[in-house]
């Protein structure tokens, strides 16, 4: 049906469709929706190194820790998942609202904030697996503990990284009610476009356009990270 909305034009009943691609050019021809675009695949991109650059060494710090402590650890870490994303997004509008800093801000932490539990797991779960002799072969050979790092525990822990960017980027860069809640209305994304789309204005088919936009840009991220896994895999 999305599809179906997307290359027809709006008012057709079912016995005269119209098809046409007057949907997708009034994306592209107005640059307000390209640069909404752009802004949701930058909000995304910098979530998802935030997430890498805060979860890994969280991830890391567990995998060190002995199964009742990590167990506990783990726990922590997906207790706030059991409550509705929504819920956690209100709250964190509740702490932020009276604080000096910009909407962007605002909704980048409540980004990073709900996505991080994704990567912090992903990570964790290919560090678990490791085989822990490969470190001790690693300190045999005179490989200090960051020459160790950098040579045996990065590389064979980058599928759990590929996996948790798959994880967090994807939804991310979709999200609108975080934006919406956090941003106050200000910080539109390509998720509020759609929803704005079909909600408010009844204009599916132009709703349906984006959508499609959407969801061709997730299947080439999909892609991409799928290759660079591939790539990883065959380099090991």
Known sequence: MIILYAFTTKGNSVLTL???FSNFTRFFEDSIFPNVLVRSLRLAFFTTVACIILGYPCAYFISKL???????MILLITFPMWTNMLVRTYAWRGLLLNMPISNELKVYI??????IPFMILQVYTSLAKMDQSLLSASADLGANRFQTFLKVTLPLSLPGVITGITLVFLPAVSSFFIPKLLGGGDYVLIGNLIEHY?????DWNFGSAISLIMAFVILASMY???KLDKDVKEAK
Do not use: A, D, H, W
């Open 66 to 72: 002995n199964v009742s402590k990590r167990n506990m």
């Open 18 to 20: 119209q098809f046409t």
């Open 224 to 226: 991409l990270t799928k």
């Open 198 to 202: 079909f909600v408010s204005t009844g």
């Open 110 to 115: 409540g980004m990073i904030y709900n996505f």
